[in-house]
């Protein structure tokens, strides 16, 4: 298996290891054989074990979509842009799936249309506008 060269007080040793099995090795120094016990120590990893702590599971309020305290919702818009068209005015009634504003943003006209049933609270851009990501574009109840 291994060969090693001891010196001990100026004697030389040929040390073979043939075996190992537990805590006994079959060695042979200078052409006789041994069986020898091994008392060992279990070395100690140089690397650091880290343990990661248990995350509580998020309580039922925690995983709610939260709204705004008027209950209003923030549309906001998607990609930069500008504003073409503007479908609605504050106040009007609109259902889910209504095309609330016309906008253009990288060469293409996209509609944004209402996420649920509501009135217009506010609109916050006009057409020719020009708005940024996740800039409010109107507010509905």
């Known amino acids: 298996m291994k060969k090693y060269k001891f010196t001990i ?11 190992i099995e537990d805590n006994v090795a079959d060695i042979e120094v200078n052409g006789t054989k041994y069986a020898v016990e091994v008392h060992h120590k279990i070395k100690q990893s140089k690397t650091p074990v880290f343990l990661r702590s248990r995350v509580p599971s998020p309580t039922r ?18 990609l930069p842009g ?14 889910k799936g209504d095309k609330l504003l016309m906008y253009e ?3 293409m006209e996209n509609n944004v249309l209402a996420e649920k049933d509501g009135t217009i609270v506010s609109i916050k851009v006009r057409p020719g506008d020009s708005v940024l990501q996740d800039e409010l574009l109107i507010e509905m109840e």
């Open 105 to 107: 943003a990288m060469k």
């Open 61 to 78: 309020s925690e995983t709610k979509i939260k709204k705004d305290i008027r209950g209003t919702v923030s549309i906001k818009s998607p």
């Open 82 to 95: 500008n504003i073409m068209q503007v479908f609605v005015k504050e106040g009007e009634q609109v259902k």
């Open 9 to 19: 007080r100026g004697h030389n040793y040929d040390v073979e290891i043939l075996s």
